[in-house]
C-alpha cells in the first residue's frame, strides 16, 4: 500500500489481524466511532459491538478489563486514548499486568496491547503531552514500542497483536499524518532491533518516536556540512538494541540521544549509562527541560527539541 | 442423613479445612518457617464455603489479601498453597507470590490480590471475555468492605451492570478495613445501596451463617448464569483475629470479641447440624481430620526444597530459557 498516513497504517494493521482472529478485540473510550484519531474508522461497522466496545471514562476498568479478558483466553487491544490518561489506569498497568505472570509463576500470559498516544501535538499543555515511555521501560514484564514511521507503525501493532507478552504501543500523536509506504500484508516488526536510518561514521545519533524525524533533519543538516552521522531509531525501547548502539558507538567514539521526553532520568540516561560502562565514548543528550509542557506556542517551542538543537550538541559534542 | 445435611456437613467440612489451614499456617509464621505476613480469615469461613459451593470448576474467581479460604472453596491444592506459603519450589506460584497472590488457574482462580479492589476491573474484564467467547461460565469477584470506596469499584459496577456481564461481586463485610472501622470512613447506606445504585440488584446476608451464604448465593447464580446480569452479594461477617498475622488486635473492644466468639460460623454450624441429629463424633471429626491435614502439609512443606535460583529469571518476558 503506497503512501498511507501512520495513522491509517495503524488502522490496516489492526483490521489484517482482527479479520485474522476472532479473539482479538478493542475497548476504549470512542472506539465505535472510529476512535480519537480515525484510527479504528469502520471497525464497528465490520466487527460489530462486541469487539469494538465503546467503553465508559473508567481508565482502570479499561485496563483491568483487558487484563481479565486476556487471562480467560481473549486478545484485547486496550486504548487509553491519549498517554496521560493511563495515570487513571498505574494499578492495571503496574501492578497488575505487568505482574501477573511472573507473580503466579507463568500460570498466565496477559496477552494485551495497550496503545497510547503520546507526545506534544497541536499545542495540548501539560496533561496531554507528555512523553513518558522512559517509566514504562524501569518497568519489567511489559514490551515498549516506540515507532516513527508508517511500516514501523504498522509492523509494530502487529507483533504486539501477535505477542503473547503485555506490549504497550506509545503511537506518536505529532506523526500521525507522515506518510510512507507499507507492505500489502504486514509483517510483524522484531522487538529490539533498532532501524539503521543514516549511516555514517563522526558520530552516532540515537533517537525514537515523534523525535526521530527531527534526528534526520539534524542529521541531514550535519551532512550538508560535512558531518556524517550514524543514525538510529530504536523503535522499542524494552527490549532496546543495546548491540546496535554499542556496535556505532564503538566506531564513532561519539553519542548523541535525543529524546521529545524530559532529559533528567529519561531513557537517553540508560542508553549513554549502558555505552558508558563498555566503550569509551563523549556523549550528550538532547531533551526536554524539567519543566511541565507550556500551552503557550513560543513558550511550547522554546522548550521543546527541535532540529537546530540537535545540530547544535551534535556540533558541540564533534568539539570535544 | 438428609440431602441439606449432608450438603451442609460439606460446607463444614470445607469451612474446618480453611480455619485449620489459616491455623496451621498462623503458627508456621510464629514459629519463623512462613515469611512475611499472612491475613488470616478467620471468623469469615462460612461466606468462602457458603459461595465457592455454587461455583462450577470452570467458573473463574477473583480474591483480595485475604485469599486463602477463597481458593481453598474454589478448590485449589492446599499443599500446593502451604508450599506456596513456605516459599518452596512446588508452591502454587512457585514461591514468587507467596500468601497474597496465591493463583490456581487450574481451577478457575485467578488470583488474590495485594492491591485493595484489585480484582474488581479483572473480574468485569474476565466475565466479558467469557460473554465474547460463549461461555456460560461465570465470574465470583470476591472483595472487602474497605474495596467500597476505592475508584473501581464504582467502575466495575457500573461496567458489569452496563454490558450485562456475568459477575457475582462478593462483599465480604467484616466491619473493618485494616485498623479503621469501616462505617467511620463510609458514606451513605452502604455497599447494597451502591451496588442497587448502579443497576446491580444486592442481597443482603448473614455471613456466618453458611446455610443463608449457601443459599442466597445459589439464587444469585441462577440469575447471573442465566444472563440477567450481575448480582451482589453483601456478607456481613467479622474477623476474630487482628489485620495481619502480626497483629494481636488489642486495639479491640473486649466485649465485642466476646460476642463475635458466640458467633462464630464454624459452632454455629455445628449446632444446626447436631440439630438435625448428626453426632457430635461426626462433627468432631471433621476438625480433628482438617487439622491432621494441615500439619502434615506445613511438615511436608517446612522441609520441601527452595525454588532454584535461576527460577527468579523466568516468567518475566519472552519465552523462558
Ligand atoms: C489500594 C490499597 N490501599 C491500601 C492497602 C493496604 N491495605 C491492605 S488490606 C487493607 C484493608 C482492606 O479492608 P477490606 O477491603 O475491608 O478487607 P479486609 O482486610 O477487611 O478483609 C488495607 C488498607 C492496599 N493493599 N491496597
Ligand atoms: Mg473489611
Known amino acids: 500500500m503506497p503512501n498511507v498516513t501512520l495513522a491509517e497504517a495503524t488502522r490496516l494493521a489492526v483490521l489484517q489481524e482482527m479479520r485474522r482472529d476472532p479473539r482479538i478485540w478493542v475497548l476504549g473510550e470512542d472506539v465505535a466511532r472510529g476512535g480519537l484519531f480515525g484510527q479504528y474508522r469502520g471497525f464497528l461497522e465490520e466487527f460489530g459491538e462486541r469487539r469494538i466496545v465503546s467503553t465508559p471514562i473508567s481508565e482502570s476498568t479499561i485496563m483491568g478489563a483487558g487484563l481479565g479478558a486476556a487471562l480467560v483466553g481473549t486478545r484485547p487491544i486496550i486504548e487509553m486514548r491519549i498517554f496521560d490518561f493511563v495515570m487513571c489506569a498505574m494499578d492495571e498497568l503496574v501492578n497488575q499486568i505487568a505482574k501477573i505472570r511472573y507473580m503466579f509463576g507463568g500460570q498466565a500470559r496477559p496477552a494485551v496491547v495497550v496503545r497510547m498516544p503520546h507526545g506534544i501535538w497541536r499545542n495540548s499543555a501539560a496533561q496531554h503531552s507528555q512523553m513518558l515511555e522512559g517509566w514504562f521501560a524501569h518497568l519489567p514484564g511489559v514490551i515498549v514500542c516506540c515507532p516513527s514511521t508508517p511500516a514501523d507503525a504498522a509492523a509494530t501493532m502487529v507483533a504486539a497483536i501477535r505477542s503473547d507478552d503485555p506490549v504497550l504501543v506509545f503511537d506518536p500523536k505529532n506523526l500521525w499524518g507522515a506518510t510512507g509506504d507499507i507492505a500489502d500484508d504486514i509483517a510483524p516488526l522484531e522487538f529490539g532491533r533498532a532501524r539503521h536510518a543514516r549511516h555514517g561514521d563522526a558520530l552516532t545519533m540515537v533517537s525514537w518516536s515523534a523525535c526521530m524525524p527531527l534526528a534526520e533533519e539534524a542529521a541531514d543538516a550535519l551532512a550538508a556540512q560535512g558531518i556524517s552521522v550514524d543514525l538510529l531509531d530504536l523503535r522499542t525501547l524494552a527490549p532496546w538494541d543495546a548491540d546496535a548502539v554499542l556496535a556505532s558507538a564503538r566506531r564513532t567514539g561519539r553519542l548523541l540521544v535525543a529524546h521529545e521526553a524530559v532529559t ?16 569509551a565514548v563523549r556523549a550528550t543528550r538532547v531533551g526536554f527541560p524539567s519543566v511541565p509542557i507550556p500551552f503557550s506556542p513560543p513558550l511550547e517551542a522554546a522548550l521543546r ?9 551534535a556540533r558541540g559534542l564533534l568539539a570535544t | 442423613m438428609a440431602t441439606n445435611s449432608a450438603r451442609l456437613l460439606a460446607l463444614l467440612g470445607m469451612m474446618q479445612r480453611i480455619r485449620a489451614f489459616e491455623e496451621t499456617a498462623m503458627a508456621g509464621h510464629a514459629a519463623g518457617e512462613v515469611p512475611g505476613p499472612l491475613h488470616p480469615s478467620i471468623g469469615q469461613e462460612a461466606v468462602a464455603a457458603g459461595v465457592c459451593a455454587n461455583l462450577r470448576i470452570d467458573d473463574r474467581l477473583t480474591s483480595n489479601h485475604r485469599g486463602h479460604g477463597h481458593a481453598l472453596a474454589k478448590g485449589a491444592d492446599a499443599a500446593r498453597m502451604m508450599l506456596e506459603l513456605y516459599g518452596r519450589a512446588g508452591g502454587s506460584c512457585g514461591g514468587k507470590g507467596g500468601s497474597m497472590h496465591i493463583a490456581d488457574f487450574s481451577v478457575g482462580m ?15 474484564g474476565a466475565a466479558q471475555g467469557l460473554q465474547m467467547l460463549g461461555s456460560d461460565a461465570i465470574v465470583c469477584c470476591m472483595f472487602g468492605d474497605g474495596a467500597i470506596n476505592r475508584g473501581p469499584f464504582l467502575e466495575g459496577l457500573n461496567w458489569a451492570a452496563l454490558y450485562r456481564l456475568p459477575v457475582l461481586f462478593v462483599c465480604e463485610d467484616n466491619g473493618v478495613a485494616a485498623f479503621t472501622a469501616t462505617a467511620s470512613v463510609t458514606a451513605g447506606a452502604g455497599v447494597a445501596a451502591r451496588a442497587e445504585s448502579l443497576g446491580v440488584p444486592a442481597t443482603s446476608v448473614d455471613g456466618n451463617d453458611a446455610a443463608a451464604v449457601d443459599a442466597a448465593t445459589a439464587a444469585l447464580v441462577g440469575a447471573v448464569r442465566a444472563g440477567s446480569g450481575p448480582r451482589l452479594l453483601h456478607a456481613r461477617t467479622y474477623r476474630l483475629t487482628g489485620h495481619t498475622s502480626t497483629d494481636a488486635a488489642g486495639w479491640r473492644a473486649a466485649d465485642e470479641v466476646a460476642a463475635a466468639r458466640d458467633n462464630d460460623p464454624i ?55
Do not use: C, Y
Open chain 2, 110 to 124: 485467578l488470583g488474590a490480590n495485594g492491591v485493595v479492589s484489585g480484582g474488581i476491573p479483572i473480574a468485569v
Open chain 1, 305 to 313: 527539541v527541535d532540529a537546530a538543537k540537535i545540530v547544535s550538541a
Open chain 2, 267 to 321: 459452632t454455629r454450624l455445628e449446632a444446626v447440624l447436631r440439630a438435625e441429629g448428626v453426632a457430635q463424633a461426626t462433627l468432631d471429626a471433621l476438625r480433628a481430620d482438617a487439622l491432621r491435614e494441615m500439619a502434615a502439609l506445613r511438615a511436608t512443606a517446612h522441609v520441601a526444597p527452595w525454588p532454584d535460583a535461576a527460577t527468579a529469571f523466568a516468567d518475566v518476558i519472552g519465552e523462558n530459557a
Open chain 1, 264 to 279: 533528567t532520568a529519561g531513557f537517553g540516561a540508560e542508553i549513554v549509562a549502558h555505552v558508558a560502562e563498555r566503550v
